[in-house]
């Protein structure tokens, strides 16, 4: 049984420290980056394989049909544990690319 708890209202710092003790507490601790890009890359996969089915292309009917939420779920954590090996700020980084984006002229 978990001891994880996320706090109610977290903010992105919140998801990344929910994540860094997550990653111990599983004993994920030792996956590799080139590990955590290809289980993100996995999970992308999944996501768009949803998102196929959430919007009726074709596809096998027989497939299972996973929830486009907990999909995007897998690929939000799996974006944070990277974030955590980098040593990266992801809201830091997300306002800093953010106040770049805003100067560009979108056509």
């Not at 109610?8 to 111990?24: A, G």
């Not at 996956?31 to 290809?38: D, Y």
Request: charged share 35%; aromatic share 10%.
């Amino acid at each position: 049984m978990s001891k994880l708890f996320l706090k109610e209202n977290p903010v992105l710092n919140d998801y990344q420290q929910y994540l860094r003790d997550l990653v111990k507490e599983r004993g994920f601790q030792d996956e590799t980056l080139p590990e955590l890009f290809m289980l993100l890359s996995e999970e992308v996969g999944e996501l768009a394989k949803a998102a196929r089915k959430y919007t009726n292309i074709k596809s096998d009917e027989n497939s299972h049909k996973p929830e486009v939420d907990l999909e995007a779920a897998d690929v939000f954590m799996y974006l944070l544990d990277i974030c955590n090996y980098l040593n990266v700020d992801l809201e830091k980084a997300f306002r800093d690319k953010e106040e770049i984006n805003k100067k560009r002229v979108w056509k």
